[in-house]
Structure formats: structure tokens, C-alpha cells
């Protein structure tokens, strides 16, 4: 009964240092998101992916990276961190992305960027 | 530009007593809205997903309405508990394309004391 998992849950980074956020889910969903989330803001989206090797760009790309090599797992990536980065990120999947459809997110990655 | 608005921000209740969450959207074109529950710490959880066509619809002590003319939504919690503190977020999917964007709300803290 996993649902979509988020490793890790908690990071500090320091400006300049990379790391990578590792999504994985076991509802064998076709589509995966990247968001963020920011104090008195919604979520927005930063990349997404509608199926094993492809990606996309949302909304807020820049800065990051991401790939989907095998269809449960989506990672998203920073390469050069910086303080605007910090935020918590949510994973999320779902069958399609029309319709009714519904998003499962996963717990959040809290991540700081000194 | 698309954008969901939501009030109040935050809101302290009673438990046991009743609330109301607002909704103002302007999302062109509209699929359908829906309102997710988050726990703190936690990914947003589906509540309620409606189309233009649904005036009310209801998960348990919770039940959202629509209307599309107004562009407004709301979400009624009746015999509020403890455990309904979390925020709220209202989200609206863009319709008439393959990919379906969903913009989100800020969210509504809400807060139930004993």
C-alpha cells in the first residue's frame, strides 16, 4: 500500500551543491509530477512526465532537471542549488492527466538551500 | 491568466461546529474543479472532483458546491472534528487539450480547537 514514495524527507544543501529527489511509485500510473510548494502560494508545477522516457516542462523548469528511465520512478534534479530553491517538493502520478482524473501525491521533500 | 483565489486564508473553529471555505476561479477553459485536503506534513488528498454540470456533491461531513456562472466554489464541513484541521486547497483542471493543467489555490488553513 505504498502510493507514491518521496526519498528523502528532509535535505539542507548548501548554494552550489547538487542532489537528486527520487520519486517512486507502485500504482502502475502513466503520468508523474514534480511540484513545489511555497508559503502563500498553490503548487506549481516544474516538470511532468506522460510516460516511461518522456519529459516535459511546467511551469517553474528552470533550474532543475529530471528523467524517467523506468516507468515507477521519476527523479528530479538540481544541479547548481540555490536559496530560491528552497521550498518543499511533492511527487504525483496519475493514469491520465484529463477528465476526473485523480492526482496521488506523495509525502514532500523539505528541502533547504543555505 | 488562470488563477484560483481562495478565502479565508486561515480560519479557527470549535469543534463541532460548522464552516464554510471559498473558491474564485478564472480558468478558461474549464474541465472541472476539485478540492484536495493536507494534511501538515503530508501530499494534498482528493476530496471532492466536479464538473460544470454538478451544483453539489458530498464525501461524507464534507460537501462542495459549484457554480459555473459565478466561477465560485465552496466547501461546507459540517460537525467540524479535530482532525479536519489541515489546509484546503482548491484546484481547477484546464479543459480542451490532451494534457489537462491543473491550477491550484493557496489553500485555507483551517484550525479546529477542542
Known amino acids: 500500500n505504498a502510493g507514491v514514495t518521496q526519498t528523502p524527507k528532509f535535505r539542507v544543501l548548501k548554494t552550489g551543491q547538487s542532489m537528486t529527489l527520487l520519486c517512486a511509485q507502485d500504482?502502475?500510473?502513466?503520468?508523474m509530477y514534480w511540484y513545489r510548494q511555497d508559503p502563500g502560494m498553490g503548487l506549481r508545477l516544474i516538470h511532468y512526465s506522460v510516460g516511461e522516457g518522456t519529459t516535459a516542462k511546467g511551469e517553474v523548469p528552470d533550474g532543475y532537471n529530471v528523467s524517467r528511465l523506468k516507468k515507477q520512478n521519476f527523479l528530479l534534479g538540481l544541479e547548481s542549488a540555490a536559496p530560491s530553491q528552497t521550498s518543499v517538493y511533492f511527487c504525483?502520478?496519475?493514469?491520465?492527466?484529463?477528465?476526473?482524473?485523480?492526482?496521488?501525491f506523495g509525502a514532500g521533500t523539505r528541502l533547504s538551500v543555505l | 491568466k488562470n488563477q484560483v483565489e481562495q478565502s479565508p486564508q486561515s480560519l479557527i473553529i470549535l469543534e463541532g461546529k460548522n464552516c464554510t471555505l471559498q473558491c474564485n476561479y478564472t480558468v478558461s477553459p474549464f474541465s472541472n474543479l476539485r478540492w484536495y485536503k493536507q494534511d501538515t506534513g503530508r501530499g494534498p488528498v482528493s476530496l471532492t472532483i466536479?464538473?460544470?454540470?454538478?451544483n453539489t456533491k458530498s464525501n461524507g461531513r464534507y460537501t462542495a458546491t459549484l457554480d459555473a456562472d459565478t466561477k465560485q466554489s465552496s466547501l461546507h464541513i459540517t460537525a467540524s472534528q479535530l482532525s479536519d484541521s489541515a489546509s484546503y486547497i482548491c484546484?481547477?483542471?484546464?479543459?480542451?487539450?490532451?494534457?489537462?493543467?491543473?491550477?491550484f489555490g493557496q489553500g485555507t488553513i483551517l484550525t479546529v480547537h477542542p
Open positions: 500504482m502502475n500510473h502513466e503520468y
Open positions: 466536479m464538473t460544470f454540470s454538478e
Open positions: 504525483a502520478s496519475s493514469y491520465r492527466a484529463t477528465g476526473f482524473d485523480i492526482q496521488y
Open positions: 484546484v481547477v483542471r484546464v479543459g480542451g487539450t490532451s494534457y489537462g493543467k491543473l491550477t
